[in-house]
């Protein structure tokens, strides 16, 4: 519900801050007052499209704030969480700033937002009638929405829309399956090879270490073998070998203790010294008996870390992480092998869910059609009601079909919905956009809502032409209707008929000043005398006169409350 709306540098409103209450807001005042700049301006805020040129001669800037109580809206709170906007006590502010510049703001509370982000949050606060392109009604999508709600089928639309979105998730993945199995032969081909190149291969973990030593060995064979024999020469007790010279030192050093018994713990050293040349020696010996050169052995090991090399580069640095490559390519092989159980399992899947919508589409279906009859029914009498007996009205709601005149399953059923009218006797159906009076289309926005107020969550109704080109006890049933549609929702409407204005809950009064040279858009509530001061101006043109003062005090008791 709107609570109030602050206007400054609008068009001619200098600066303008209006209170609506809960019921019928109507707003009075001479034609050219500014009723439609504030209509207009309410507009900005609802998320229409702004222009620099309703700014206020020498203002750079012009604003527009609300504050709407949001309490009893449990889809804008929803909304305003999933967008990180909290609002205040049920509270919250809606403020736009239009420049010169061209480039303006826009504020849910203090979040910066786009123009289409707070038409959004606005569709579900408010509707606003009159002006054809701004105008729900005339929004076919928003008539198979209507006939839910009249329906009571909105939980069976939600259900049909979240099982339409699981088929449509497997019938894609069920296409990329089939789509893509050239490249799942292609991928089974690579991965069989791999895996039987690596079992072929028969690796070990450590074995390439011990293949490089070994290989390292033989193709150095003929130096290594060179070396050990010199080291063997030059450390036995041959000619010159230091075993032989190490011999000699120690009869010496024999001789040494005997005269000098201080030197026995370097004759132990010396002794020590020899036995592990000695012992050095025959490990020499041994290894030098070992060493053969084998040019199949070098080979072998010279093929082997060939291989080892070529897996390496496939599949992995390592031994382990090519055999790490294998175990997971396995793993993936059986996965893909599965390919055909899942492709059954899917095709059963998806055979069931079709099932299970065609008969949730048949059970929409009925339960819509039986539904547009009687709302049919309804809405044709709200209309003979307020002024229309002529008028045919039609909810058309017919199988979708393609060009091979199959049925095409929506998101939302397998239904088109839309109202249709007929304005005149003998004229055929035609689309509510199709309809050229703001009279009209608001009228039958007024029987529609009259009917449907119970299921529409919209809290705000703003009209705008409600009551042009009727009278005498048309505009009475108008009046009526906004009266009793007031009792549950927020009416905002401009009015020009005495009639109507009398049932005001929120007189607001419009009209035209002139201050410092200046022209400006005035904008007040007004109570008791000044009400029926206004009342008589819109009966005769004259508030002074005396009996149209009379005949507007009948009316106030008549009909106000």
Not at 86 to 100: F, H, P, S
Not at 148 to 167: C, I, N, P, S
Request: glycine fraction near 6%; charged fraction near 30%.
């Amino acid at each position: 519900m709107l609570e109030e709306l602050n206007i400054h540098n609008y068009a001619l409103i200098d600066r303008v801050s209006v209170k609506f209450s809960k019921g019928l807001n109507l707003l009075t005042g001479e034609t050219g007052a500014g009723k439609s700049i504030l209509v207009g301006a309410l507009g900005i805020l609802l998320g229409q499209k702004g222009d620099s040129s309703a700014i206020r001669t020498g203002a750079s800037e012009a604003l527009v704030s609300g504050i709407v109580d949001i309490s009893m809206n449990q889809e804008v709170q929803q909304w305003l969480d999933s967008h990180g906007i909290k609002g205040e006590d049920g509270i919250i502010i809606l403020r736009r700033v239009l420049k010169q510049t061209g480039r303006g703001s826009i504020y849910i509370q203090s979040t910066p937002v786009t123009r289409k982000d707070l038409a959004e949050l606005a569709s579900l606060l408010f509707d606003l009638h009159g002006q054809h392109d701004h105008q729900s009604l005339l929004l076919v999508d928003n008539h198979r929405k209507l006939i839910d709600r009249f329906a009571g089928t909105e939980e069976l639309t939600e259900t049909f829309f979240t099982l339409f979105k699981e088929l449509s998730s497997l019938r894609e993945k069920f296409s990329k399956l089939v789509s893509s199995e050239r490249e799942r032969l292609r991928e089974i081909d690579f991965l069989e090879h791999a895996i039987s190149e690596i079992h072929n291969a028969d690796l070990k973990p450590g074995e390439e270490e011990k293949l490089e030593k070994e290989f390292n060995i033989l193709s150095n064979h003929e130096r290594l073998f060179r070396l050990i024999e010199q080291i063997y020469e030059n450390t036995s007790e041959s000619r010159n070998g230091v075993l032989l010279t190490l011999r000699k030192t120690r009869e010496d050093m024999e001789e040494v203790i005997h005269i000098d018994t201080e030197l026995s713990g370097l004759n132990n050293q010396l002794q020590d010294a020899f036995y592990e040349i000695e012992d050095f020696i025959q490990s020499i010996r041994q290894y030098k008996s070992r060493v053969e050169y084998n040019p199949a052995r070098l080979a072998e090991c010279e093929e082997r870390l060939s291989l080892i090399k070529t897996l390496q580069k496939k599949y992995g640095d390592s031994i382990e992480e090519v055999l790490d490559f294998c175990r997971k390519s396995e793993e993936e092989l059986d996965g893909i092998q599965n390919w055909e159980e899942e492709k059954k399992n899917l095709k059963i899947r998806i055979s069931n869910l079709e099932n299970d919508l065609k008969k949730r589409a048949v059970e929409l279906s009925q339960k819509r059609r039986e539904a547009a009859t009687l709302l049919q029914e309804k809405v044709e009498k709200e209309l003979t009601e307020l002024g229309m007996p002529r008028v045919r009205f039609k909810v058309e709601v017919i199988d979708r079909k393609n060009e091979e005149g199959k049925t095409v399953y929506t998101p939302f059923g397998i239904d088109q919905v839309e109202f249709l009218i007929s304005p005149n006797l003998g004229e055929p159906f035609k689309p509510l956009k199709k309809i050229a009076s703001g009279g009209e289309i608001s009228r039958v926005m007024l029987a529609l809502k009259s009917v449907l107020s119970e299921a529409d969550r919209i809290s705000s109704l703003i009209f705008d032409e409600v009551d042009a080109g009727i009278g005498g006890e048309v505009a009475i049933a108008v009046g009526e209707k906004l009266k009793k549609l007031s009792r549950i929702k927020q009416i905002l409407c401009i009015t020009h008929l005495a009639t109507i204005a009398v049932r005001a809950d929120n007189h607001i009064k419009v009209e035209k000043i002139i201050q410092d040279n200046r022209t400006l858009t005035k904008v007040y509530p007004i109570r008791g005398k000044s009400v029926k001061v206004e009342i008589s101006r819109m009966l005769s043109g004259d508030k002074n006169d005396q009996v149209s003062l009379k005949h507007a005090e009948e009316l106030l008791k008549k009909y106000s409350e």
